[in-house]
């Protein structure tokens, strides 16, 4: 069964430091998104991304944030200058062009920022 | 804006009984659509079920199923005959439409299932 994969599943980094974290949609999926996840707390919406620009971002993504579909199979989410506040567990994920079937989560990238 | 509302933050549950989580919501779209996700402690979501605004039945995947009750804004979800592998962190997710196809979710604080042998 296809499935999203992402890359690395943990990352450390000092604060201030850039981090790119990279994932691989199902291959006939259209959109793509990124949340986060800060330890113990609810899933938050970050950024959609269609047609090779964002179709809609949150108020979390500011411009410390960028999102890059390099190739047709990747699709990367970088922090320029990472924060403590941004560690968290981050998901991809993915959705076809047609239905209501849901979006398929990536396993999630877990960021540490020191 | 959309809000999802889930007040259980934890449970317990003895093996093969039955458990309801509770979801409520809140949304001034006419059409929109909750989802249910499962998060084990490894950390991933594992999407378990679906309703959409416009549908008439009550949605079911195997033991999951999801009591929608539209006029009430909740969308529980039960867990018929629990096992010891349901126990899992269950988040409540509500779709809303972006356009052409595209959506976004806002998903509720989750609650923690524990079940008991």
């Known amino acids: 069964e296809p499935e999203v994969t992402q890359t690395p599943s943990h990352q450390v980094t000092q604060m201030g430091q850039e981090v790119i974290l990279r994932c691989v949609p199902i291959s006939n999926h259209l959109y793509f998104y990124w949340y986060r996840q800060i330890l113990g707390q609810k899933v938050e919406f970050l950024v959609s991304?269609?047609?090779?620009?964002?179709?809609?971002k949150s108020e979390i993504f500011d411009d410390q944030f960028s999102v890059e579909r390099p190739d047709g199979s990747n699709f990367t989410l970088k922090i320029r200058s990472t924060k403590l506040e941004d560690s968290a567990m981050y998901f991809c994920?993915?959705?076809?062009?047609?239905?209501?079937?849901?979006?398929?989560f990536g396993p999630g990238t877990r960021l540490t920022v020191l | 804006a959309q809000k999802i509302t889930q007040t259980q933050p934890g449970m317990f549950v003895q093996e093969k009984e039955a458990v309801t989580l509770d979801c409520t919501y809140d949304t001034s779209d006419q059409s929109y659509g909750l989802f249910w996700y499962k998060q084990p402690s490894s950390g991933e979501m594992i999407f378990l079920i679906y309703?959409?605004?416009?549908?008439?039945q009550n949605a079911t995947e195997g033991r999951y199923s999801l009591n929608f009750q539209k006029a009430r804004k909740s969308a529980n979800l039960v867990i018929s005959a629990s096992q010891l592998g349901d126990s899992a962190m269950y988040f409540c997710a509500m779709r809303e439409v972006l356009g052409f196809g595209n959506e976004k979710l806002t998903f509720g604080t989750g609650t923690r299932l524990t079940i008991i042998p």
């Open positions: 309703q959409g605004s416009y549908d008439e």
């Open positions: 991304f269609y047609n090779n620009e964002i179709s809609e």
């Open positions: 994920a993915s959705k076809g062009l047609a239905g209501p079937s849901g979006q398929f």
